[in-house]
C-alpha cells in the first residue's frame, strides 16, 4: 500500500506552512484525478454538517448513481462513471470530499479520506511512501505557559497538545506511554465516591494505593444533596499486558474528563480545592478535554519531543504566541 506524504512540520505562523499545504493539496488533487481516469466508479461520502450536498444535488443530474449503505453517520453515494461523468468531476475540483475509487471490478483503487491511499505505484511527480498500515496523523499546539496545568514539573518549560483522530486515540496514548517510559510506571486516576473499596480488592496486583484527592462533587442521592469525595488512587504498572488491562478498565475515566495521569515515579501531590500535582520527572502525560489528545507536560525542547512521534505523520504545528 502506498500513501501521499503529508507531512508538514512547519508552524502555522510561518508561510513555509502554506507553501507546504498548498502543496499537498496539489498533489492530493493530482493523484484524484489520475485514479478517476482509470476508475469505473466513485463512492463519496457526506457527513453531517458538511456542505457537499449541494456538489451531490449536481452529479446526481448529470450521472447515474445509487445510494449506498455505510455503517456510520451520514451518507454514501455510488457514482457510475463514463466519459462524460470523468470529465465533469475533473473540471469541478471535488478531490478534497472523502471518497473510495473503484475499478472496473468494483475493486477498491484509491481511497481519499484523512489520508490518500492506495494500491500501485504512480508515474506522478507527488511525495508518495510505502506503508504497511496508516500512519497516525498528529496536531501538536504548544503553549509556553498554560493557565489550566495542575501538573507543576521541576523545570517545566512548555505543555504540548497533541491531537489525532477521535478512534485513535487509545492506540496513540498507549503506544506514546510505552515510548515514554520505562516500567515499572506509575498511574494516578480519580473515580467516584463509594469506590474506594472495591477499587482496592480489584486493583491490589497493582500496588493500588488509595488516597483522599481533597476534591468534592455536589451530588444527589436518595437522602439528599452532599458533597461527595473523589477518590484517588495510584497504581504501579509493571509490564505491557499489565497496561493493557489498566486501557481496558479503566481509559473510559479520561474519555468523561476525570484525573488519568501517567508518569515514571509517583506524583507528589497537595490536596485539597485546587490541588496540584507535583513531579521531578522530565515529562508527565495527560489527557485533553473528553480525551479528545493527549497533553505532555515537559522541561523538553519541541525538538526532542518530536523524536518519540517519528512512527506519525505531523501535519499541523502550532506554537502559542
Known amino acids: ?20 499545504n498548498d502543496e499537498v493539496k496539489n498533489q492530493r488533487e493530482m493523484l484524484f484525478d489520475y485514479f478517476i481516469m482509470k476508475a469505473s466508479s466513485v463512492n463519496i461520502l457526506v457527513y453531517q454538517g458538511l456542505n457537499e450536498e449541494k456538489m451531490i444535488k449536481q452529479m446526481k443530474k448529470f450521472m447515474k448513481n445509487k445510494r449506498v449503505k ?5 451518507k454514501c453515494y455510488k457514482f457510475f462513471l463514463d466519459d462524460a461523468a470523468r470529465s465533469w468531476i475533473l473540471a469541478n475540483s471535488i478531490s478534497e470530499c472523502t471518497s473510495v475509487i473503484y475499478d472496473q471490478n468494483d475493486i ?20 508518495v511512501l510505502p506503508v504497511k498500515e496508516l500512519p497516525i496523523q498528529l496536531e501538536i499546539y504548544i503553549r509556553e505557559k498554560d493557565r489550566e496545568c495542575d501538573v507543576d514539573l521541576q523545570d ?23 515510548n515514554l517510559y520505562f516500567y515499572p510506571l506509575s498511574i494516578y486516576i480519580e473515580t467516584h465516591d463509594g469506590e474506594q473499596h472495591q477499587m482496592q480488592k480489584d486493583w ?17 442521592s436518595s437522602k439528599g444533596m452532599y458533597h461527595a469525595e473523589v477518590p484517588g488512587f495510584f497504581l504501579t504498572v509493571k509490564n505491557t499486558d499489565e497496561l493493557k488491562v489498566v486501557f481496558e ?28 500535582f507535583k513531579s521531578g520527572d522530565e515529562m508527565v502525560l495527560t489527557f485533553d478535554h473528553d480525551a479528545q489528545g493527549i497533553i505532555l507536560y515537559t522541561s523538553l525542547n519541541f525538538e526532542k519531543v518530536k523524536n518519540y512521534f517519528t ?8 506554537q502559542e504566541s
Not at 156 to 178: H, P, R
Not at 311 to 318: K, L, V, W
Request: glycine letters at 4%; proline letters at 2%; charged letters at 25%.
Open 249 to 276: 478498565e479503566l481509559f473510559y475515566l479520561a474519555y468523561q474528563n476525570d484525573t488519568f495521569i501517567v508518569s515514571q515515579n509517583k506524583l507528589d501531590i497537595r490536596t485539597g480545592r485546587n490541588r496540584i
Open 156 to 178: 517545566q518549560a512548555k505543555s504540548y497538545y497533541i491531537s489525532t483522530e477521535y478512534d485513535c486515540i487509545e492506540k496513540l496514548a498507549f503506544e506514546t506511554i510505552e
Open 204 to 220: 491490589a496486583k497493582y500496588a493500588v494505593e488509595y488516597i483522599d484527592s481533597g476534591q468534592r462533587v455536589f451530588t444527589l
Open 1 to 20: 500500500m502506498y500513501i501521499l506524504d503529508q507531512t508538514n512540520e512547519w508552524d502555522v505562523n510561518l508561510p513555509e506552512f502554506d507553501v507546504r
Open 70 to 74: 455505510i455503517g456510520h453517520h451520514g
Open 311 to 318: 512512527s506519525y505523520m505531523i501535519t499541523h504545528i502550532q
Open 108 to 127: 477498491a483503487i484509491a481511497d481519499f479520506y484523512r489520508h490518500v491511499s492506495f494500491y500501485e505505484k504512480v508515474p506522478l511527480p507527488c511525495s
